[in-house]
Nanobody, 116 residues
Framework: QVQLVESGGGLVEPGGSLRLSCAASGSIFSPGAMGWYRQAPGKQRGLVVTITTGGTTNYADSVKGRFTISRDNAKNTVYLQLNSLKPEDTAVYYC??????????WGQGTQVTVSS
């Protein structure tokens, strides 16, 4: 099995910053892409950004230039730096990892609230 533990969410004012972390552990023999999705109240879960083991990234247009993903392959850990936060970024942020020939696993989610 694979476990994902997220941290770093919280309440921040518009224009502020947060840093999310996600550490994967367990049966990760061939990790593939890692990344973040988010789900706001009443909306479907959607892509924020993913990153491959080689560092190729895929950002949602709404976060380009504001959010930055990074990855430590040795630690199976992914980070998300959130800058210039807006109220519409408020959501539960979910970490994910795809393990080759095994499947995709999700974290429990961490709440990010942007409000004055």
């Amino acid at each position: 099995q694979v476990q994902l533990v997220e941290s770093g969410g919280g309440l921040v004012e518009p224009g502020g910053s947060l840093r999310l972390s996600c550490a994967a552990s367990g049966s990760i023999f061939s990790p593939g892409a890692m990344g973040w999705y988010r789900q706001a109240p009443g909306k479907q879960r959607g892509l924020v950004v993913t990153i491959t083991t080689g560092g190729t990234t895929n950002y949602a247009d709404s976060v380009k230039g504001r959010f930055t993903i990074s990855r430590d392959n040795a630690k199976n850990t992914v980070y998300l730096q959130l800058n210039s936060l807006k109220p519409e970024d408020t959501a539960v942020y979910y970490c994910m990892v795809t393990v080759v020939r095994t499947g995709t696993y999700w974290g429990q989610g961490t709440q990010v609230t942007v409000s004055s």
